[in-house]
């Protein structure tokens, strides 16, 4: 069974350079010079029911907002400014006009929170079950988008919130964390940073396999959200476990040179090209135990 | 249950002006202001497993060929000339690496064919059919973008090529009009274009909606493709009707003021605000008998 990100690299081997296209493709989202002398960011982002959200138990507007609420973070991580979207929402048949309307409540709520807009989009229906997929155009606006590749040995590492245990909820109601990219982008010591959507350790792993860095991690340091402490209640894991591990934290996750304005410090980047954690003093190997796509 | 359209008109009425987008939803493609002196158009468009193509049929390739054909279509009818596109797929479990690169290919080439490229994506998998979502990026590029709007009585309405019985194959390897969209647009005579995805019944309803027109169609002028030929033979149904009303030919149809550059011209905008045919002389209704998407 192939993985993502198998085919992402293989997608990124084949991407032809262009003009149009000065950074390659492995971030958040794409880098376009339009004009010349501007850049314009693309992300897309598509949620499926039973895999994102469920559509037996979420209401269409939560689902729209979370749809819509991805992209923003993706936005997010790359110090951008949301402006425009659009979406194309496949319907499972004899869905209700109502029900495809608070779809589109719930994206174009989750967008005007941040001033962007939904500007198009391409509705169908079929026998399988929801599909919504939201494409996001960002600006940099005066701030260079931020990239994962980009952290240096001895860069702190840090996060913007508590993590773990999402799956409580949070993964349908979560803010994305737009003013707090654009701060950290606007600094000048932020190196690298990407969205935590897959969990800590597995996208510290794709931010250091970008930047050809290694990172310790030390344990303490971690905020632990109180979902991962009532998550751990429930299933005797630790709660660090899932502050570590668990996907759709939608923090951001990011290195500095120096003190940030914004973010809690859970460690440092390291020239060897490992995941530690450090606990008690003592140093193990973080595997990423997050979320990986299967396909 | 709801249809497509009254989604549509549903969103339209609920979208906010601003100095971003100039024109409202509604089109083949949204338009905004980006930069503010110039315009970018963007269009999204999904392919459905079972509805668009058929993945225990149709290889990888020509579904990832289709996927990015339809939304050069798209760029065909607003007469814009494509630049970037991002795709997200939704792969059922189980799928191959190979699967995924070969749709990812049949984008590529397909894009490549006008000069665009695929500069991100999003792929997941689930228990669900094939799905995949392709966003495009236009530049207008010093042609002015046609829309369905603007068609006047006394144009005569045109297209570019012949129609019906796309489903014996032609739905799956159409080339996009790309190059007559720019033609046409170029020209300055053109008043209103859309590409015929849905037949050539139903789209010419929704461009004479949007332009508040009317039009006759004359029956004899209709270029009547050999497939709806062969198709009406398997199926007793009249090659005509093929012509008229099968979905996915993708040609454009259009109006103009005069005589344009290229197309067949098979009828004429009215003032009245009725679709008519007009067969040996006489005229009767011409009911919008194409593909409307069921929600």
């Known amino acids: 069974m192939a993985r993502e990100f198998d085919l992402v690299d293989w997608i990124r081997s084949r991407q032809p350079c262009s003009a149009l296209v000065p950074v390659p493709a492995g971030d958040d989202m794409a880098v376009l010079k339009w004009p010349p002398e ?6 897309v982002d598509q949620v499926l029911d039973t895999v994102h959200f469920d559509s037996a138990v979420h209401a269409p507007r939560d689902i729209g907002r979370k749809a819509m609420n991805r992209n923003l973070s993706d936005c997010a991580a790359m110090a951008c400014l949301p402006v425009a979207a659009v979406a194309a929402v496949a319907l499972k048949q004899g869905s209700s ?9 719930g994206m174009q709520d989750a967008a005007a929170a941040f001033g962007a807009v939904v500007v198009g989009g391409d509705t169908g229906s079929w026998r399988g079950n929801l599909v919504m997929t939201v494409t996001i155009l960002g600006r940099s606006a005066e701030v260079q988008p931020v990239r994962r590749r980009g952290a240096r040995p001895g860069d702190g590492l840090y996060v913007t919130g508590a993590l773990g245990g999402s799956l409580l909820g949070r993964h349908m109601t979560f ?9 950290l982008g606007r600094c000048g010591s932020v190196t ?4 935590l ?3 800590l350790s597995r996208d510290l792993l794709h931010l250091c396999k970008a930047s ?15 979902d991962a402490v009532e998550l751990s209640r429930r299933d005797g894991k630790r709660a660090i476990e899932h502050a570590l591990h668990d996907g759709e934290d939608y923090e951001l996750l990011f290195t500095s040179r120096s003190a940030p304005p914004i973010g809690k410090r859970i460690g440092t980047i390291s020239a060897e090209r490992s995941l530690l954690i450090e606990i008690d003093g003592r140093q ?12």
Chains 1, 2 share one sequence.
């Open 38 to 43: 501007q850049l314009l960011l693309v992300g």
């Open 175 to 183: 803010v994305p964390r737009v003013a707090e990219g654009r701060v």
């Open 192 to 195: 690298a940073m990407i969205d």
């Open 97 to 105: 006009l109502e029900y495809a309307q608070e779809l589109y409540l």
């Open 197 to 199: 959507s897959d969990g």
């Open 212 to 226: 050809e860095v290694g990172a310790v991690v030390d344990a303490a340091s971690v905020p632990v959200h109180p």
């Open 284 to 295: 193990t190997p973080l595997e990423a135990g997050g979320w990986e796509h299967e396909l």
